[in-house]
């Protein structure tokens, strides 16, 4: 009995953190959809700038600055494709703009309120511990 009490508190307690913690950290940005593909266009961008550079230096051969060129170019017109495929989805309505995790309500847990000084729980919200008298300034939701 004493076990499964005490097991019934630390899944309790665990969950007041977690929901305490959860309350105070800032909602995330919502990540576009084409937030990695925004990423691969720059960077194919700069291996291009980076290209034309080492070319000037006459670091690269014409051959090779040709076809990395064209490589790089090849892949920029991959990823360009792949934004106006993921853009016609949405338009299209087949995936969701935003994140769908964020648009989702989250499931909610019967709110619990714990003593911060003897870890009795309470189904509502109290100024002072039913239990041991101490305020339970924690626990306000
Ligand atoms: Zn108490």
Redesign the pocket.
Known sequence: MTIILASLITVGVIAFILSVRAKDLPQPEPVSPFHHLDERKVAIYENLRDLQFEYRLGKLSDQDYQQTKLDLQRELAGVMADIDRVKAEIAAGKIPAPAPELVKAPTKAPATYI?P??K?EFDQPLKF?G??G?PMKAAQA
């Open positions: 003593c000084s003897c009795t511990c239990e041991c101490k």
